[in-house]
């Protein structure tokens, strides 16, 4: 088996980490959570709360991926704690259902500001989308290296006009106090108070979502000792402090009572800060954003159904690298092909809603993996962060299935209609396990 190229430093990993979880939603997610909470505390303390737990599923991950420096992240954690049953199930449920659906509506989501930035390109959303899809997993197939510098860069950049949209707000003088008052009580025509906090949570939860992908990478990762867990604790820090940083810089210039949602407060922010040019500059802004994400996700996702070939679970294809540059280039085709299908069905903004109650559990049973692995973690925050986090993951779980039953049940199917697959394929693959070469 080719080996494990560590080309990643701790720059990338970061990178990963921050890259999916501060993507499309950071224009869209804070607008509409403090519609519908009416009250900057309340959403401020949404935020710290979701920081709170990500930042406990953060230092989980850290020990998973440091135990298991492997590609595949989930896959492997799950392979070693539940078994190959529960890893395939997981490994079925998000490379060949969750992650093409999350790539496509990342690309459909930019395509509508890329129309806008270049009117006179004559393209469509579908045709837009596809060439991000396959721009960014051409990119991948080109080497480790170059696809990291390349996500490294996006994600800087990225980072640094976000807080440079935060201090352009403080300097200039259109962010206001007065905007923020009353800071504690709810603004008129709010949601209902239970309501409210429970769709902020999942919203916030959603947005955050994506800081775990650095352990799909971690047979990739420079002294993984040493940098994961700076790049798994450090970026969910940081992509804490940047939520909360544009959500009230939001609020100080565009009051709630006044806030649009969609594309049209993204348009409605810009023209206040920047004028006539506003709104195509912060839909250059969002391109970035949702750019740096895409690049984050097709780096990591392909790695989920690398693993489960190389394992033996999945047709060895998928398990060959590119011999030129040594990356997993049948499962980046693989997932990018599959994002295109998604795209080109129009349905995974559905699978997306179907599957989201699926992918919470197994997040949940990931972190529970620490309570059968041995030796048991010694580190200081052991057992408190894994429970948790998997309390936040059964509160995220029971709001999903109270809210909409069906399609968190439909998802349910979904899963397990992998275990057919699942006993089909042992008895066509005779290759033998390769689950040594996960051992360090």
Not at 182 to 210: K, T
Not at 380 to 388: D, S
Request: charged fraction near 10%; proline fraction near 6%; glycine fraction near 10%.
């Amino acid at each position: 088996m080719h080996p494990e190229r560590r080309e990643l430093n701790l720059s990338a990993a970061i990178a990963v980490v921050t890259g999916e979880s501060v993507a499309l939603g950071i224009f869209l997610t804070p607008a509409a959570m403090a519609r519908s909470l009416g009250s900057p505390l309340l959403l401020g303390l949404v935020w710290c709360g979701l920081g709170l737990m990500a930042l406990a599923g953060a230092l989980c991950f850290t020990e998973l991926a440091v135990r298991y420096p492997a590609s595949g992240g989930e896959y492997v954690y799950l392979r070693h704690g539940f078994g190959d049953t529960a890893a395939f199930l997981y490994g079925w449920m998000s490379s060949v259902v969750m992650y093409p659906g999350v790539a496509a509506a990342l690309a459909v989501g930019a395509s509508a500001y890329i129309i806008a930035l270049v009117p006179t390109a004559k393209l469509t959303g579908s045709w837009a989308a596809a060439a991000l899809l396959m721009a960014f997993g051409g990119a991948q197939i080109l080497g480790t290296g170059f696809s990291a510098r390349l996500m490294t860069a996006l994600n800087v950049l990225k980072f640094t006009v976000l807080f440079g949209l935060v201090g352009w707000v403080l300097v200039t003088g259109h962010g206001r106090i007065l905007n923020l008052v009353p800071f504690a009580s709810r603004v008129p025509g709010s949601e209902p108070w239970l309501g409210a906090v429970a769709g902020a949570v999942m919203s916030g939860f959603f947005s955050f979502g994506g800081w775990w992908e650095a352990g799909k990478l971690a047979g990739e990762i420079r002294n993984p000792k040493r940098n994961l867990p700076i790049a798994f604790v450090g970026g969910v820090l940081l992509v804490t402090a940047v939520y909360l940083a544009i959500s009230f810089a939001f609020l100080s210039v565009v009051p709630i009572a006044d806030m649009s949602s969609g594309i049209a407060f993204v348009s409605q922010f810009g023209q206040v800060l920047f004028g006539p040019a506003g709104a195509w500059l912060l839909a250059a802004c969002v391109l970035l954003c949702v750019g740096g994400g895409l690049a984050a996700l097709m780096m990591a996702a392909p790695r989920v159904s690398f693993a489960m070939a190389q394992t033996g679970q999945f047709l060895p294809l998928f398990a060959r690298r590119d011999p030129r540059f040594g990356t997993p280039a049948n499962a980046i085709r693989l997932q990018t092909g599959l994002a295109l299908v998604a795209l080109l069905f129009g349905t995974f903004d559905r699978i997306l809603a179907y599957i989201i109650f699926s992918a919470v559990l197994f997040l949940g049973l990931t972190v529970a993996t620490l309570f059968r692995v041995r030796p048991s973690p010694q580190a200081w925050w052991f057992p408190a962060a894994p429970v948790l986090f998997l309390a936040f993951c059964a509160v995220v779980a029971s709001l999903l299935l109270l809210r909409a039953p069906v399609p968190a049940l439909f998802g349910m199917l979904i899963v397990l209609l992998g275990l057919p697959l699942h006993r089909a394929l042992r008895r066509r693959l005779s290759a033998p396990s390769l689950l040594a070469s996960e051992r360090i």
